[in-house]
């Protein structure tokens, strides 16, 4: 006699019953985001209901779904909505949810093994290269992000370019001699300095190379690093190209690094987290060339391919390149002749995770849905919203254009005649604190030449060009208000909450 599995659903009419209304509450909850707050803050009722304790009886399945409903739907981070523009984030294309739900409901791991799970990540991955004209010979694995792209392209740099791989591998680069170093803009991201902390290398032989007036890496300052490296008998490991910093959207010179690279015997590694899809347009093939003959690449497809959180790409240009730093073996995972284990690929082999999420069904439900020339509709559309953007600034006596891509980002701030520094960053301060409290809108902040700064990043396949228009008034509306303020009783606003890349 068999007996019910505690935990599959008692009734399976009831289940069914409650997956159809929140397919149903989705679609109304998409199609009406605009008439919603991009963000707003979490009450303190709904923040305590986060803090009770464990369950030890359940609850029906509706219950939790409305508390759902009431305690969490209502107070997202915004980013599907069609004014947010803060950080890199994107926006999230309705059909690959469906990918998720179903890969969830199969609940297969993508380390290894034979089944069709592995394939479609293979195939997802093939199209990624096709997209982005990189060799059809290379590789690549999907990974939670770029910050962990940057491991794993730099533990395999780190395994190429070693004087003995095996050596770098059993004993660690310092125990075998080797004190490598990495080469990149001051403006390159962040995860650069845990990647190098990971690996052993150290934040100190990352070597911040500065920036000319358009925040591009300076190449003649960067070969007398690296000449004044060697001199000191230091091994330069890896140079890491940008394209597109989350800064400014600045691409860096691809071509005269990867030259640079070939000159040096560095592993050339490219940051195109959101600006490597600029490639879906041949009008951007100009600006990004030298980064299809790149060591390795990473891309977010959750920023400017739209993908629901979390999906990112590691590639590499020639096959072997990521096992060689990564392969593994034990008993429990060796191959056999026949059944699953038999199956030649692992991707467990190309990066650190063993236990691997099936990522790659939301970009395949994605892609097969639209078809690539659509994304790069979405994406062209995305650098003609922020080219308005900066037209609109600099046509505004009161607005100020600080920073602007041939990409989709532009910063600039409220200004007026005889302000002093500290009181335009806290005006500028105070009009992002108004946009993103009332959930207007949601521009994120940097600080550029020492100047506060409101920065757009358009990575929203939502956004038009009247979403920015309503941006530029709202920005000259507060600012006027706010200004008016700072004349009479000084400081205006508060500094915004931080974000992520």
């Not at 500065?210 to 890496?217: C, E, K, N």
């Amino acid at each position: 006699m068999h007996t019910d599995p505690p935990l599959d659903p008692a009734d399976w009419e009831e289940f069914r019953a409650l997956g159809k209304r929140i397919v149903d509450d989705i679609a109304d909850h998409l199609a009406g985001l605009r008439e919603r707050p991009v963000w707003q803050p979490v009450p303190e009722d709904v923040r305590a209901s986060f803090r009770t304790g464990l369950p030890a009886k359940g609850m029906p399945m509706a219950e939790v779904y409305e508390e759902f409903r009431t305690t969490v739907l209502p107070f997202p981070r915004g980013n599907i909505h069609p004014r947010f523009w803060g950080w890199a984030n994107g926006s999230g294309v309705p059909v690959a949810a469906y990918g998720d739900l179903l890969a969830s409901v199969i609940n297969c791991t993508l380390g290894s093994g034979g089944n069709a799970a592995m394939m479609v990540e293979q195939q997802v991955i093939e199209w990624l290269q096709q997209a982005l004209h990189w060799p059809a010979g290379g590789s690549g694995l999907l990974t939670s992000g770029a910050s962990m792209g940057q491991v794993t392209a730099l533990a395999a740099a780190r395994v190429a370019k070693a004087p003995s791989a095996a050596a770098v591998r059993d004993e660690g680069a310092v125990a075998s001699g080797v004190q490598f170093t990495v080469y990149g803009s001051e403006e390159t991201h962040h995860s650069v300095d845990k990647a190098v902390e990971l690996l052993g290398i150290g934040r100190r032989f990352f070597r911040k190379i500065p920036v000319d007036r358009d925040f591009r890496i300076d190449v003649g300052a960067l070969r007398a690093t690296l000449r004044a490296d060697r001199e000191a008998g230091l091994h330069p490991l890896c140079l890491i190209g940008n394209a597109g910093t989350v800064n400014t959207g600045a691409v860096d010179p691809l071509r005269s690094l990867l030259e640079i690279a070939r000159e040096e015997d560095l592993w050339y590694h490219v940051d195109g987290a959101f600006g490597a899809f600029a490639q879906l347009l041949p009008s951007h093939h100009a600006l990004l060339d030298g980064l299809t003959e790149a060591d390795s690449l990473v891309c977010d497809l959750h920023k400017w391919l739209y993908m629901p959180f979390d999906v990112s790409c590691v590639l590499t240009r020639s096959e072997g390149m990521l096992e060689a730093a990564f392969s593994s073996s034990a008993d429990y995972i060796s191959s056999t002749a026949g059944g699953p284990a038999a199956y030649p690929l692992a991707f467990s082999d190309r990066g650190i995770e063993q236990s691997r999420r099936f990522r790659a069904l939301k970009v395949w439900f994605a892609l097969k849905t639209h078809g690539i020339g659509t994304f790069a509709e979405a994406v062209a559309a995305n650098i003609a919203q922020v080219a308005h953007l900066a037209a609109r600034v600099e046509a505004a006596e009161d607005l100020e254009l600080v920073a602007r891509s041939d990409l989709n980002v532009a910063c600039f701030r409220y200004v007026w005649p005889g302000a002093a520094p500290d009181a335009a960053d806290r005006v500028n301060r105070g009009i992002l604190n108004r946009l993103q409290t009332e959930g207007l809108a949601m521009p994120s902040h940097t600080v550029l030449d020492g100047k506060f700064v409101i920065r757009v990043a358009d990575n929203n396949h939502r956004t038009d060009v009247t979403d920015f228009d309503f941006l530029i008034a709202q920005v000259r509306a507060v600012g006027a208000e706010l200004r008016a303020a700072e004349e009479d009783t000084g400081p205006a606003g508060t500094a915004p909450p931080a974000g992520g890349r």
